[in-house]
C-alpha cells in the first residue's frame, strides 16, 4: 500500500469525514507504521472530529500488530461497546504475547458483560488454558462450546484435544478426537504432542503413523515431539528412523526439528552424531547451541562443551542464562571447577545474566566435587535462594561424599524445613552421622524421622529374562516371587514401572 500516495490524496480533498479519517488511520496500521498512525489520530482530534468506535477499533488493530499489547488495551479501553472482532484481536493479541493469564482474565470479563464468543474466542481461550495447564477454565471454555453448539467445530475441537491432552487428561482428548468428523493436521499434532509430554511414546508413534497414513504431511511440531519421544525412550532405532523422514520432508534444517534431533542424540549417548547434525545446520538458533552443550555437560564432555561455549562467543549468538547453565554443568561434571568459577563470576559484567539459583546449584555442584567446600560456605553466605531445596539437596550430597557433618546439619536443616517429609536429608545425614561413627546421633536422626511419620520408599531393582524384564522389590521373598511383576519387552524398552524411570536401589 503506498501510504505517500494515500496521504497526497487525502491532503488534497475538498472535505473530508470521520471515514475518510478511519480509512487513512486503517492504511498505516496495516503496513505496520502505527505511530504515523497515532499522528493522524491526534491530528484528527485536533481538527474538530471526535474518533469513534471503528477509529479505535482500527488503532487497536494496528499496535497488535506491532506487539503493543498495552497501548492496544488503552484503546480497547476507550470502545463504549466493542463487537466480538474487536474482542478477539486483543485476545489473540495476549495469546500471541504468551500473556495468557490476561487472555483468561479478558476472556471472563467479556462473559460478565453479555458478549457472545464465536469460534475464534474459544480457540484462543483454550490456546491460553493449554499453555498454562490451566484444566479448570479449559473445561468452562469448552462448557460454553457446547451451549453455542460450537464443541463439533474443527477449529474449537482442535483446540479442544490439545487443552485436554496437554493438561493430561489424554482419553477425553481422544475422545474429542474419535469424535470429530474432519481432522486437520493441528488436531493430529495435538494429540502426538500431548501423548509425547505424557510419556505416552508407543501411543505417540501409532497416531504418528496413523497420520501419515491418513494423508497427512508431518509438520515440523509433528516430527518435534517424535524426537523427543525417541530421547525419552534413548532409541537410537527408532530416532534414525524418523531422523530419515525428517530429511526425506525436508525439516533438516528447521531450528526446532534440528534442536530436538541434537537433544535426542544427545540423551542417548551419541554424541558424534549430535555434533555432526549440529554442524550441518546453516541456521542455528539458540536453542540449538544450548542443546548440544548441555549435551556435552550431561555426557561428562565438560571439556568440549566449555570448547564450544567459548566458540560461541565468537560468533554472533548471544549466551543466555539456559546456556550458562550448560556449560557451568559440563565444568562440574569434568571438574574444571576454576573454569566454572570465571564463568559465574561473569555472568552480570559480560553475558548480562543475573544468577538464578539453578547456577548457584552448578557452581555449589562442581566446588563440592572437588571439596572445596570452605568455598562452598562462603557462597551460600552470598547466595539470594535460601528457599531453593536443589541447591541445599546438593550441598548435602557433597557433604556426603566429604564426610562434613557441619555442612550436612546445615543442609539437612534447610530441607527439613522446605520439605519435611522428604525421606532423603534425614538418611543422607544419618549417614553422615555412621560414617563418622557418631552412631547415636545416626540413631537419634533416624528416630526424628519416624516421629514425624518419614517413610523411606522402597527400592526395586530389574533384572533381564527371557519373557522380558522381572523387578523386585526389596525386602520381597524372591523364593516366592512375591514382589515380582513381569514386563513385556514394550514396557522394558520405555523404561516405564507405574511412571517411575529405571532406578535401581539397594534398601
Known sequence: MEMKEAMKVFESMPSVSIV???ILITGYGQVGCYANGMEVLNLMQESGFEPNEVTYSNMLAAFIKAKDVQS?????????????????TLLSGYCQEELHQDTIELFRRMQHQDMRPDRTTLAVILSSCSRLGILEHGKQAHSASVRLLLHNDMFVASGLVDMYSKC???DIARSIFSRMNERCGVCWNSMISGLAIHSLNKEAFDFFKQMRENGMFPTESSYASMINSCARLSSIPQGRQIHGQVLKDGYDQNVYVGSALIDM??????????RLFFDCMIMKNIIAWNEMIHGYAQNGLGDKAVELFEYMLTTKQKPDSVTLIAVL???????????????FNSMESIYGTTPLAEHYTCLIDALGRAGRLVEVESLIDKMPYKDDPIVWEVLLAASVVHANAELGECASKHLFRLDPKNPSPYVLLSNIYASLGRHSDASAVRALMSSRGVVKGRGYSWVDHKDGALAFMVADDLGKNAGEFRLSSDDYTSGIIDGHQDE????
Open 20 to 22: 475518510s479519517w478511519n
Open 72 to 88: 492496544a488495551r488503552a484503546m480497547f479501553d476507550k470502545i463504549s461497546r466493542p463487537s466480538v472482532t474487536t474482542w478477539n
Open 168 to 170: 493430561g487428561q489424554i
Open 265 to 274: 542424540y544427545a540423551k542417548c549417548g551419541n554424541m558424534d552424531d549430535a
Open 329 to 343: 554443568t559440563g565444568c562440574s561434571h569434568s571438574g574444571l571447577v576454576d573454569k566454572a568459577i570465571t564463568f
Open 504 to 507: 535401581s536401589c539397594a534398601g
